[in-house]
């Protein structure tokens, strides 16, 4: 019975053993095994390797295998964010996508021949809890410190500075670019299409007037038109084409023609003047718009005009960007928010107008569909100072000479910067937590506003230019006017005076040439105008010499005005007649040339 039941207690032993083998096989990554000790406790985590140190130093090992055959102990630094290390349900680390903290630390180990998986724990945030040491609330330096207190090493993106080399840190090269760089939200610069961007070099108060220009400089070149033709028979344009000759002027397309008046020159010179110095403007202002998309104006380019100019800034609290700044610049208006989620919340709701930010961490947000979906953070200036962020230990020479554990990593952590390994492994990294793209998409155009507008401060002087050369060009065409009438009355009284006929062109303007009518139409109505000619030459000849009409035409009596109707008609029908045979002209010539080009066709 002995013998029996020591059998089966060897089997149930054989089992447990084949589980518990089983179950290390199948979970690469143990959970963490180690818990720091509490502070002010001397206890530690840390391998004492001054052995080691001493192998070294008598030459029996070189430096870079130091290490070899050690299990050291590690503080991973886990953010809780889920960047950096993956998570299992169970809360191990994710044996498939570990995450680039563990890549990069899996490598460390295997170039430096030393394990880490069954002796390592994961450090924390900093508490919400004053520091007993410093008398200020815990932050990221604080964590550091205990972290290399406890561990042989401390695995993350720590950023080297000044504060914690003085409080006995030492940092083997980094593999995290943290150089502080300045980013902002600009909302106004993400990719749209703007129908009414071409009205953008002027704004919309110099556009209305543009506008009423038009309407009146139509009206005034009309009035001067009927004017200039007052009491003739010359037709005139309407004040709607008048209108449209107005507005065709903008586009530098001249079409006031025949201008045969003083008026009308002065108003075509003035509305020419105003079109083109109106045009040229807007074309300048357009090419302004044109070259300034995708240029914004940035206030500030580093942080000493942030600090000269006092602009408002978002930063990381707790952390070594912070810690920095307020050392460096003594008046920065800092907005801080423990976590980047806050960060960038805070910088959209513009309670900061740029954001202190690593430029690792800017490449990871850049195309993350959670920080930047509209791609409106965009990096400004240059960066900062170059910073590598990495692993952190102690300073120790003496009692766990820990100092050779840096030396260490060191020298294998640059020669996975010299093969490039860092390099793939954070493109790698980028690629998995990317899932947005900014830039990749079409971008037709983008939204000018923000951009200047030309007010009427700026072009109402063209304006007034030109409406008072309108004003001038109305008082010449009524001067005009008066002074043709007057000389129009003076010839006809010294006609009447002398018993002789006014010059016809002398008296009348020249009407507008129109090719309206066929050639028959100017045939007739030419021959009727000869017939009355004929008739009223016919009714003259027929009345007796001795008559008192005949005696009078040349010493004037009482049949004066008779002699003054028939004057009148003669020189009407004569002008009557000149123009139906202009317009004769006209159609021949047009016939003709019709026929010309279509010999030339047929040849």
Known sequence: MMKSMKTMLMSGLMLLLLLATSQAQAQDYPLPSLEPFPKGDNRTHRTDVCRNFVDYATGKVAIRDALKDLSLTVGIVDQQNGRYINFTATDAIDKEKPGIFIVILNELARRGQFTWKNSYAFVKPPKDEINPETGLKYNWTDVLHEAVLNYDFTFAEWVHTQERRERGISFPTGWFDASTILVRYSEDDHFVFDVYAFLKPFSMEVWGMIVGVFIVSGLLYWMIDKIANWGTDNEVNSILYDMFLATMTFTQHHMYWDPSGHGKRIFAFSASFWSLVLASAYTANLASFLV????????????????????????????????ELKNKYKDLQLTTADDFDELIQSLRDGECDLLALRRFNFLEFQNSEDYNKDCSLQWVGRQEVSNKAGPATLVDTKNYCTSLITHVLDIHMNDMLDDNFIEKAWEEHLRAETDYHCGSKETESKDVDGQYSLTIKEVGGIFVFHAALGLVSILVALGEMWWKRRDERAMLQAAVNEGKEAPV?????????????????????????????????????????????????????????????????????????????????????????????????GA
Request: with cysteine.
């Open 505 to 601: 062109e002398q008296r009348f303007v020249k009407p507008r040439a129109s090719t309206n009518m066929p050639a028959a139409a100017h045939y007739q109505s030419s021959m009727a105008l000869q017939s009355i000619i004929s008739d009223r030459a016919g009714q003259r000849k027929s009345r007796p010499a001795g008559s008192p009409m005949a005696g009078r035409r040349s010493g004037g009596g009482a049949y004066g005005d008779d002699d003054v109707d028939f004057n009148e008609d003669v020189l009407g029908t004569i002008q009557s007649l000149q123009t139906e045979m202009e317009k004769l002209q006209n159609y021949v010539v047009e016939k003709r040339n019709k026929q010309n080009g279509e010999g030339m066709l």
């Open 292 to 323: 300034s998309q995708g240029q914004t104006a940035e206030t500030a380019t580093d942080f000493s005009d942030v600090n000269q100019q006092k602009i408002p800034l978002c930063a990381r609290a707790n952390a070594a960007v912070e810690s």
